[in-house]
């Protein structure tokens, strides 16, 4: 009964190893986030798709890319990791996107990436 | 954009009732959410408000002054299940994205 599906749950990867991470929704959203929150902190958006629309943060660094190939399923590439990357990765999906009502986000476990 | 402020920490008694309290300033507001996040797990949705009032769910409530962008969450009858960090998010007018407080982290103790 799974509604966003993230894989993998927890990544390990080397100092400048490109890695990807993917999310995918049995809901039919949208829109789909992806979010980084680093421990105690807010999730901070890094990016998010409204359908193929693809809107950036203004600083959402470089080295973060996203793809959505279908409305399932979306990936977020990290270029060349760094240590200060190492956080807890957030997939979320909402419907429709601008709405009056309630089109509350509901978030995958998350991906927690360590960068040795 | 907009600032959200909430408290870092809360420690509480089982049973007993915790207020949490969230403040924010933006400039077109349209809704506020609050999300539970338990440690190394994903927020999940707990109340929407976007209406001046009180929103009750069971033995969660939520409160919402527009007027002077504050906002509460209200927790009853705590258990410890409940320990965890409360998300409080606002979404603005102009877009459907949401921004969001730091969390503050309620732990309830015995």
């Known amino acids: 009964d799974a509604m966003v599906i993230q894989n993998p749950r927890y990544q390990v990867t080397q100092f400048g190893k490109p890695v990807t991470l993917s999310c995918s929704q049995t809901l039919n959203h949208n829109v789909m986030y992806w979010y980084q929150q680093k421990s105690s902190q807010a999730p901070k958006l890094l990016f998010h798709y409204y359908d193929k629309d693809f809107n950036n943060e203004a600083d959402t660094p470089d080295n973060f890319q996203s793809r959505r190939p279908n409305t399932s399923f979306c990936f977020l590439d990290i270029r060349s990791p760094g240590l200060g990357d190492a956080a807890m990765y957030l997939c979320a999906t909402s419907s429709l996107g601008r709405s009056t009502s309630t089109d509350t986000q509901y978030f995958g476990p998350g991906t927690r990436l360590t960068v040795l | 954009g907009q600032n959200i402020d909430q408290p870092t920490e809360m420690t509480a008694t089982e049973g007993a009732i915790v207020q949490i309290n969230c403040t924010y300033q933006t400039s077109g507001f349209n809704g506020l959410f609050w999300y539970q996040q338990h440690a190394g797990e994903a927020p999940t949705f707990l109340s929407y408000?976007?209406?001046?009032g009180l929103e009750e769910k069971g033995r969660f409530s939520s409160f919402l002054s527009r007027s002077k962008g504050y906002s509460y969450l209200l927790l009853k009858e705590l258990q410890m299940k409940d320990s965890a960090s409360y998300l409080c998010a606002v979404r603005d007018w102009d877009d459907y994205k949401l921004s969001f407080g730091a969390g503050t982290t309620v732990t309830v103790r015995a």
């Open positions: 408000n976007v209406l001046d």
